[in-house]
T-cell receptor, first 115, second 112 residues
């Protein structure tokens, strides 16, 4: 149980394009989903927290107009990187939790490369 | 903000026990977690411990928590080459909207 998937697993795009990453909880309802960014050989950096049906809460320094987050259902959250630039290249990981536990279950991650 | 620290690297021989250590500063932590990350993959939840527990054992994994010293450890018995990965400890304080604070990660290398 507690499986989280992400799609795509890897994406390469040109500078200036927008990229959408999906995060799905496959066997449970996720009241809260989290989006992280991980640079090589570093720990995870929380970007934002999204609760189903409400606006995401962004961490300090994360541009909400750059990283659009939608959590329209209890099993799906999307992260759209708008007008991507090479500095946005990174490993993006989502996680999900149910309402009655603090435990987060992580997706397999999405490797974004912006040329 | 709260801080979680780990040593960067640990090398052990196959069959030996591994002990990965973690220190944290949040005295109000409610849960503490250990996650495993293999290259190019997401995080796999290994185990967690509630803050009012001292020890938890799950097969080859033993978690020890010293709340007074704010010290958490993960012991892996009979370490195998498949255990080679980065291990992250993380803590959560329910009062912070369930945000996880991660350690820096410890790279475990298992040699033959």
């Amino acid at each position: 149980g507690a499986v989280v998937s992400q799609h795509p697993s890897r994406v390469i795009c040109k500078s200036g394009t927008s990229v959408k990453i999906e995060c799905r909880s496959l066997d449970f309802q996720a009241t809260t989903m989290f989006w992280y960014r991980q640079f090589p050989k570093q720990s995870l950096m929380l970007m934002a927290t999204s609760n189903e049906g409400s606006k995401a809460t962004y961490e300090q320094g994360v541009e909400k107009d750059k990283f659009l987050i939608n959590h329209a259902s209890l099993t799906l959250s999307t992260l759209t990187v708008t007008s991507a630039h090479p500095e946005d290249s990174s490993f993006y990981i989502c996680s999900a939790r149910t309402g009655n536990t603090d435990t987060q279950y992580f997706g397999p991650g999405t490797r974004l490369t912006v040329l | 903000g709260e801080d979680v620290e780990q040593s960067l690297f640990l090398s052990v021989r196959e069959g030996d026990s591994s002990v990965i250590n973690c220190t944290y500063t949040d005295s109000s932590s409610t849960y503490l977690y250990w996650y495993k990350q293999e290259p190019g993959a997401g995080l796999q939840l290994l185990t967690y411990i509630f803050s009012n527990m001292d020890m938890k054992q799950d097969q080859r994994l033993t978690v020890l928590l010293n709340k007074k010293d704010k010290h958490l450890s993960l012991r892996i018995a009979d370490t195998q080459t498949g255990d080679s990965a980065i291990y992250f400890c993380a803590e959560v304080n329910t009062g912070t909207a369930s945000k996880l604070t991660f350690g820096t990660g410890t790279r475990l290398q298992v040699t033959l």
